[in-house]
């Protein structure tokens, strides 16, 4: 059974624990406090040396990291990933986006508001991470205008990366009240078989 | 015929055009002075929304972005990308790896001294830049005591994706004077066949 190295309040954790439940593969959570620095003991380390969560271990000693890499491993030959090149390279095109574009801005003004609660302390940062943040965001609504999912017509793991960071933007300090498509699109997803929350576990 | 948008200084422009000409696959090159603004134009923003080169024009309003899924795309079915799950997924694992924990540091640290020639004004933002990009650093040079590639045995783009700004780190300040392993693997990159260097065009 795969094993998760996660935390719970992590989107990047949260997309592989929604990826697994919607593709009905059981796994085993071990919760990880980053906050205690428990992802950079010597122990964890040898799992994934950049000392970052989510790990998956798919067998003793066969780690797999980097969230994106991991939906990407799990969702071949599932409906998750598509079947055509092109389309295949467009998902890994948005999460590279969402890895480079979205997460460091949006991801980040979030740990350092409401996860560290240090909204004073990174005031200057975040003043650029908002900038930065709400580019990423207008990216994807000036997308969703004419699509209804991120890559093709059907939900993937592109739209599973997106989706974890985005749906609780606010907490970062970002308002949605003015991406009427990515509202709808969040709502779409929430829509989607066996989704489950960020904290449903 | 493929039109890559590029930027010449650009690392991750140049991962495409190496690959390219690795792969023997002839195309066009655009340059697209970014330090003008030149992907920040309206006629631009058609083919990247996100306004960041490089842009592989696949065909006539066909656009692929983000320089580490051209290189998924181009890879697919040739030897520079591994046939099994596994490793395909540690190629992507690599690649995140590259645009989250090492091209934002080392990078953008070159960009700022070298390109620009702004050291001194972002002399506070470096400090930190100079820390995560050894921590990536690190992490390579660990990898690389056991293996000669990064995945499995043989040069992917996942070494691709590693070299562009890794050769060229100490344009952003970064030594690699204690880094003898990755010294060795930026040799054996070097010598694979139809390498090209980065102001090679």
Redesign the interface.
Known sequence: MYKLYDFLPSGNGYKVRLLLTQLQIPFTRIEVNILNNESRTPEFLTKN??GKIPVLE?SPN?Y???????L??LS?NTSYFPNN??E???V??W???E???H??NIATSRYWISILGKEREYKQQLKQKKILGY??LN?ME??LQTQDFFVGKTYTIADIGLYAYTHVAEEGGFSLTEFSYIKRWLNRIENQPRYIGISNF
């Open positions: 040396p950049n798919i066969q797999l990291t980097e969230s994106n890499a991991i990407f491993y071949q090149n092109f295949q390279a467009q890994m095109q999460l590279f986006f890895q480079y574009s997460e460091p580019a990423a990216v000036k997308h």
